[in-house]
């Protein structure tokens, strides 16, 4: 009797670790897609665009980076707050694809959720969506049109845990430092709680990664040493977060407010590097290799000049 009952607790506490192991960080998002494997192979590129494009925007369950997804298969409303402060609601239409699992090596079909929309003046558009549960999902998404980006990326929407930015997040590039602030709906800093900032991998991407990972680290959770950047925000909820890849990010953040548990969401475009290149980053590998440096040529030149001067006076 005392060996199946100290079986069935310790199948318990299995059942209770594993469901609140690193399962617990995966999170629902808002991506620009057609579907899942599009979303996952889109770009920064799909994130800025001109006045007048439309996107299909998806609600994805899961994690990016390692392309294991859940199910998202009620219908929620998506919130489209547009540059001039309108907001629109648009009711999601249930879809669903066929998707490999990366690590497990599973077929399995995954539902998400799909709205489409038109873009139409330019400025920093904020999407967002609730889906509820035991933790209640709140995803963010920015997407900025046009030339009009320059003043309205900040924009705090009012959701019970929000990321607001202080950097503007449409010019943002690979390597550069974020600045912002997670805050309640009241507008108080969320301190001292903890985040992750993650990226967007394809299926192809995610195998290799996990997979050179694994070879180099002992720890079943390798691929999160990598791919899921922790931090924490400070005690008026400030934070600092550098990003060191080009394409599409997450900051992912879980906090109880008023006893109701959420995890807020806030998906970004992250660019190339350009600074100091002449073509963009391609050129910045050879930069200086195979050119000569327009300050040693002037030096060059001014040396010329006075020998010249002072060979003639001496004539």
């Not at 100091?276 to 195979?290: H, I, K, M, Y």
């Amino acid at each position: 009797m005392f060996k199946k009952i100290t079986i069935i607790g310790l199948l318990a506490f299995l059942i209770l670790l594993f469901a609140a192991a690193p399962a617990s960080a995966h999170n629902a998002a808002l991506l620009v897609g057609n579907n899942i494997t599009d979303a996952m192979e889109a770009d920064y590129n799909n994130y800025l665009i001109k006045e007048g494009t439309s996107l299909p925007i998806l609600l994805i369950a899961g994690h990016g980076f390692e392309y294991d997804f859940g199910n998202v298969s009620t219908p929620v409303n998506v919130t489209i707050v547009a540059p001039d402060g309108t907001k629109t609601n648009i009711t999601t239409q249930s879809a669903s694809e066929e998707i490999d699992k990366i690590l497990s090596g599973e077929k399995v079909t995954v539902a998400y959720q799909k709205i489409n929309y038109n873009f139409t003046q330019s400025g920093t558009y904020f999407l967002y969506a609730t889906l509820p549960g035991n933790t209640t999902e709140i995803s963010k998404l920015a997407v900025f049109v046009g030339e009009g980006t320059w003043d309205d990326w900040n924009k705090q929407i009012g959701l019970p845990l929000e990321f607001t930015m202080y950097t503007r997040m449409g010019g943002l590039a690979e390597g550069e430092t974020v600045y912002g602030k997670l805050i309640y709906e009241n507008g108080t800093g969320a301190g001292n709680i903890k985040y992750y900032a993650e990226p967007v991998k394809t299926a192809a991407e995610a195998k290799e990664l996990h997979d050179m990972i694994a070879s180099e680290y002992a720890t079943g959770e390798s691929i999160y040493l990598i791919y899921s950047k922790r931090a924490a925000t400070d005690e008026s909820g400030k934070f600092i977060s550098a990003i060191p890849e080009k394409g599409v990010w997450s900051f992912v953040a879980a906090a109880d407010v008023n006893g109701t548990s959420y995890k807020a969401t806030y998906t970004f475009p992250v660019l190339p590097q350009f600074y100091g290149t002449d073509e963009g980053p391609a050129a910045a590998e050879t930069a200086g290799t195979d050119k000569e440096t327009p300050g040693f040529s002037i030096v060059l030149a001014v040396l010329a000049v006075i020998g010249a001067v002072m060979f003639i006076r001496r004539k």
